[in-house]
């Protein structure tokens, strides 16, 4: 690669400068290679998701934290054979185009015939959209939107102009699944619960924006449009959200099953509903009146968000994610106790968002951002020598009188990792000083709280089990964004 020249003038330039100017240097060298001595250039190395890297060499510690930028280099997966011939049927997709299409750690994180199938359902759907199109104008006719049998050009172009516009509607609607489903399809399994009323809240928005077409008639398409694109991004957000809490009943293997049941509770409440809802608009003088229509769904729906909001509240998950970790972490840390998972469902906030929790913890973080404002190498290579052991490196910010933790993972981390940097960064919070007075009062709090980590996590392991957690699947996953490598080499 053109970019990875620079570093290898730089190695080179690094062993003619170490090549000794006397005899006695020589015969020391010679000794020091006897013996087995070698020096070594500390190197660490920046993975990103997208493929490429970032190189930081911390040979010298009075120097500012430098790094060199290194472009992808395509290296085959090994795995099967099968998963070879995937990666290479998409090698031409941009990464951004496969970033939004395929799932995370495609092909890896699928089965081998996850491609073909899509490849063939593709042009399934977009002749199933074809015919659709063609029914609606049927429709739309049928109702007295001009006639097949009519012989004037008026009509027929109202119909077609009709129809374009309905389907106009729908078309831009699908445009909130795509975004949906292509930027936050990695989100649904770690929080289905949260995403599905967030999902409630946004469809409740499109169809107010659907009532307010009674108000604007000649705003129809705008609204419309609008009402349709809020409540297809709901229904991105409903579905996935819907089919984690479906796999969570079918503890048997039964999905197929549970969804099938599923679907006739939720066709006998259609039928209720609808027949509630045309009891309420056959009332006389109800049509014509707008702020009795207006208060009336507003009731009904209010009524219906705090209904969806328990039966999400009643929902037991024995797996571990990020926002229960950090109610059994903090439980343990504090208590000594681990919760169980029926105690921890209870106390789980469905609407906060994990990022606004305290303490505040940043994942995925740079090296960059781990040295400072100084970007100082000596910094990072205490951090490193800190960490050896760990398969994360945490360091910490006072921010008036909250503390806020960052985090970054090496390569082959895992949720194990996950869970014990929130455990450090719980006992930190938890027992370090209210005020710290330079980067040594820092580093000592960080070595104490990785001592007591090593003393009580197996402990917390062990509760967490008894507890009734299921420890062999987990939701805590590992941001792959930004992953940290440590090298060396000779010199």
Request: aromatic fraction near 10%.
């Amino acid at each position: 690669m053109t970019s990875c020249q620079p570093k290898r003038r730089r190695v080179e330039h690094l062993r003619c400068s170490a090549q000794p100017s006397s005899i006695r240097e020589d015969d020391e060298d010679a000794d020091d290679r006897r013996v087995g001595v070698e020096r070594r250039i500390s190197i660490v190395v920046e993975r990103y998701g997208n493929g490429t890297s970032k190189r930081y060499f911390l040979d010298d510690d009075d120097s500012p934290l430098q790094g060199i930028l290194e472009e992808r280099e395509t290296k085959p997966d090994n795995n099967s054979q099968s998963s070879n011939s995937s990666e290479t049927n998409i090698l031409w997709l941009p990464d951004v185009v496969k970033d939004f299409v395929f799932p995370s750690g495609f092909p890896g994180s699928v089965s081998d015939d996850y491609l073909d199938y899509m490849l063939w359902q593709f042009p399934t759907n977009i002749t199933g959209w074809i015919c659709n199109v063609l029914v609606t104008s049927s429709l739309l006719k049928a109702v007295g939107v001009g006639s097949f049998s009519g012989t004037s050009a008026a009509a027929t172009a109202a119909a077609s102009a009709a129809a374009i516009r309905w389907v106009s509607k729908d078309g831009i609607g699908a445009l909130g699944r795509l975004l949906i489903g292509g930027r936050f399809g990695s989100l649904f399994d770690d929080d289905p619960k949260q995403w599905r009323m967030y999902a409630d809240f946004i469809g409740s928005a499109g169809s107010f924006f659907d009532l307010a077409t009674q108000l604007y008639p000649s705003q129809f398409l705008l609204l419309a449009s609008t009402g349709n694109l809020a409540k297809a991004v709901a229904r991105g957000l409903r579905d996935p959200s819907f089919r984690v809490i479906q796999n969570h009943f079918a503890i048997s293997g039964n999905l197929g099953e549970v969804a099938a049941k599923e679907e006739v509770w939720e066709v006998a409440a259609q039928l209720i509903g609808l027949g509630f809802g045309i009891l309420i608009i056959d009332t006389p003088g109800l049509v014509k009146s707008f702020p009795f229509v207006l208060l009336t769904w507003t009731s009904i729906r209010l009524v219906h968000l705090w209904l969806r909001y328990q039966s999400l509240a009643v929902l037991q998950f024995n797996t571990v994610n990020l926002k229960r970790a950090r109610i059994i972490v903090e439980s343990h840390v504090v208590h000594s106790v681990v919760p169980g998972y029926v105690d921890c469902n209870k106390r789980e906030n469905i609407l906060l968002w994990q990022r606004f929790m305290k303490p505040r913890i940043i994942f995925g973080v740079s090296l960059e951002e781990l040295s400072g404002l100084e970007k100082s190498v000596s910094k990072v290579k205490a951090l490193l020598k800190m960490y050896t052991k760990e398969k994360y490196i945490l360091t910490l910010n006072k921010l008036n009188k909250d503390t806020e933790f960052s985090v970054s993972f090496k390569v082959n981390a895992t949720s194990r990792d996950v869970l014990r940097c929130l455990w450090q960064a719980y006992w930190l919070e938890e027992n370090m000083e209210e005020s710290f007075k330079d980067k040594d009062s820092v580093f000592h709090w960080l070595k104490q709280s990785l001592s007591e980590m090593d003393n009580k996590f197996d402990d917390f392991l062990f509760k967490l089990d008894t507890a009734g957690w299921n420890l062999r699947e987990s939701n805590l996953k590992v941001p792959n964004q930004v992953l940290i490598d440590q090298e060396s080499i000779p010199f």
